[in-house]
């Protein structure tokens, strides 16, 4: 099967405007994390989800960032009323099985490029 | 406060040799470690991942150490190829929630 996918991939708003992101996870994967890379840094952990339920939202920088997986499959990040310090990279992963239990491997997609003007 | 650092920025190394790679990490106990590869524009990719339990695992010309005494992670490539050339991020388990903490990388260059 398909790798886990992002769309848009890439993103140019307005400041002041709201947006989503989408992930669609490996089929079959328990859990589906959300990160934040900015150039030359490794990935900044936002939230993660086991199934629907959020389990850990700590890396969430405000506000104005929220997650949702309503039926444990796909998830959307939303960003209101952005900013431009909010332009980065935005980066799903899944992994099969939840965390705990002996660190399951994530799998990445290739990312959503925001831009905020 | 909770930190993982890998010892630089940059690594260039000649082809053939073997390029050692350090993550060193303060106020965790993880259970576990996992080192990643990334290529420009690509997401991280999974390489290996060593327990609390394990000394050393291997895979083809890749090797990890983990010291829970010291908190280092050591990454070696043997025989190394430009084609290794990418940045290597190493990841552990913060917290009691769960999540996945990374490094910042360290970006390995192979001169042929």
Redesign the interface.
């Known amino acids: 099967g398909a790798g886990?996918s992002q769309s848009p991939r890439y993103k140019v708003t307005k400041r002041g405007q709201d947006v989503a992101l989408r992930c669609d996870p490996i089929s079959g994967h328990v859990s589906l994390?959300w990160?934040r890379q900015a150039l030359?840094?490794?990935?900044?952990?936002l939230t993660?989800f086991n199934y629907e339920a959020q389990?850990?939202k700590?890396?969430l920088p405000n506000d104005r960032f929220s997650a949702e997986r309503p039926e444990g499959s796909i998830s959307t990040l939303t960003i209101q009323r952005t900013e431009q310090r909010d332009s980065a990279m935005y980066?799903c992963?899944s992994s099969l099985v939840?965390?705990?239990f002996?660190?399951s491997?994530?799998?990445?997609?290739?990312?959503t490029r925001l831009t905020v003007t | 406060s909770q930190k993982i650092e890998q010892n630089s920025?940059a690594l260039n190394i000649q082809e053939g040799k073997t390029a050692t790679l350090t993550c060193n990490y303060t106020n965790y106990s993880p259970?576990?470690l996992?080192w990643?590869r990334q290529d420009p524009?690509?997401?991280?990719?999974?390489l290996l991942?060593i327990?609390e339990n394990e000394k050393e695992k291997r895979k083809e010309r890749l090797k990890v150490t983990f010291d829970t005494t010291l908190k280092q992670s050591l990454f070696h490539i043997t025989a190394s190829q430009p084609a290794d050339s990418a940045t290597y991020?190493c990841?552990l388990?913060?917290?009691s929630?769960?999540?996945?903490?990374?490094?910042?990388?360290t970006k390995l260059s192979v001169k042929p």
Do not use: M
Request: aromatic share 16%; no cysteine; proline share 5%.
């Open positions: 886990v994390y990160y030359g840094q490794g990935p900044e952990f993660y389990q850990d700590s890396g980066r992963a939840s965390r705990g002996g660190g491997p994530l799998h990445f997609g290739n990312g | 920025e259970a576990y996992q990643y524009g690509r997401g991280p990719v999974f991942l327990r991020l990841a388990e913060g917290g929630q769960g999540n996945l903490i990374f490094g910042k990388g």
